[in-house]
């Protein structure tokens, strides 16, 4: 059989947003699905709680094995990306940021090479990691920064 440490777990990129609204205030093909969430619902969310909760990776937290992998597999409309980062913190988009209060994470540097390209999940797609050495890895949306996975691999 095949081992423990060639686990895969899997993570789903989720979001909610509505199409008309989204297309008309970011442009044509922000969002491909059929959400219920308005672009101004969206951004009242972020101004209340500092996210909009139906934009989330899920799990929020898991358990890999050494040497496991993540395969992110993304169930909503929007561009997401699943990048690990060092610490989580601002994603690279701007207005998000300054809504939020948030800085960009380092790994935003470079931009639109490096790790945002690198990572970014189209709606339908998925993305599966390197296998995980022991330890914590963060992964978070460099674009809805608050869509965060803490992986304890170990």
């Known amino acids: 059989g095949a081992s423990a440490a060639s686990a895969t777990r899997q993570v789903q990129m989720l979001d909610d947003c509505d199409p008309a609204t989204f297309n008309a205030a970011i442009g044509p093909g922000t969002c491909v699905k059929d959400g219920g969430t308005t672009f101004s619902e ?3 969310q972020l101004l209340a ?3 909009a909760p139906a934009w989330r990776f899920a799990p929020e937290q898991l358990r890999l094995d050494p040497g496991g992998t993540l395969a992110a597999h993304n169930r909503g409309g929007e561009d997401h ?3 690990e980062v060092a ?3 601002g994603g690279c988009i701007a207005a998000l940021n300054d809504l939020l209060g948030l800085t960009p994470v ?3 540097a470079g931009l639109p090479a490096g790790a ?3 990572t970014l999940v189209r709606p339908g ?3 599966t990691t390197s296998p995980l050495p022991p330890g914590i890895h963060r992964y978070e949306c460099l674009i ?3 869509m965060q996975t803490t992986v304890t691999v170990g």
């Open 116 to 118: 945002f390209a690198a």
């Open 81 to 83: 990306t699943f990048t």
């Open 106 to 108: 380092p790994e935003c």
């Open 125 to 127: 797609a998925t993305v």
């Open 49 to 51: 709680q500092g996210r």
């Open 144 to 146: 809805h920064p608050w």
């Open 42 to 44: 969206f951004i009242a």
């Open 87 to 89: 610490n989580f913190g």
